[in-house]
């Protein structure tokens, strides 16, 4: 096995051949029926659905980088918190991710212009495909080009998820 390499978005060493990249299933573009002008974390060496006009890997930091337009991120699982908070700063996009007990939760639930609950499904991997998150997942959409895409892709795929409405206290 190869030395583990340290990369700063992840903040630990991990070796190349081990990761918890999962790659987003065709499926959930089709559904969603949008390009995107970036993926800040996409996957070192793979090719994968996201209808990107730019990536970032762990390689270049994604973190660091200049995000622009409407961007996806389906972040690392084990360290999603700044890349909660660099999306919700950014505000344009679409974001997979955990639907977990998570020191951002409740800040994108109050931000987001969109929710899409979902059901656990398979992400796709050269060595983790079929594996599922394990946890509960959701799509937050900040801004209407993103609430949009949610709306599609519940009325597209209706057993995927559940897409949440807004409602204020009064």
Known sequence: ????MVFPMF??????????????????????????????ASPVDAV???????????????LMQPWHGFVW?????????????????HRDGIWLGPF????WLNRMLREADGIWLMRDFAFEHPTHAGKR??????????GSRGRDALIRASR??????????????S
């Open 1 to 4: 096995m190869s030395e583990p």
């Open 11 to 40: 903040g630990h060493p991990i070796a190349r051949t081990d990761s918890d990249e999962r790659f987003t299933p065709k499926w959930v573009f089709d559904a969603l029926g949008e390009n995107f002008d970036l993926d800040p």
């Open 48 to 62: 994968t659905h996201v209808p990107a006009r730019a990536v970032f890997t762990r390689d270049d930091d994604g």
């Open 73 to 89: 991120v389906n972040p690392p699982f084990s360290n999603s918190t700044p890349w909660a908070e660099r999306f919700l700063s």
């Open 100 to 103: 977990a007990n998570a020191k």
């Open 133 to 142: 998150s394990s946890m509960p997942l959701a799509m937050f959409a900040l």
């Open 156 to 169: 597209a795929v209706p057993d995927a998820g559940v897409l949440v409405d807004r409602v204020e206290a």
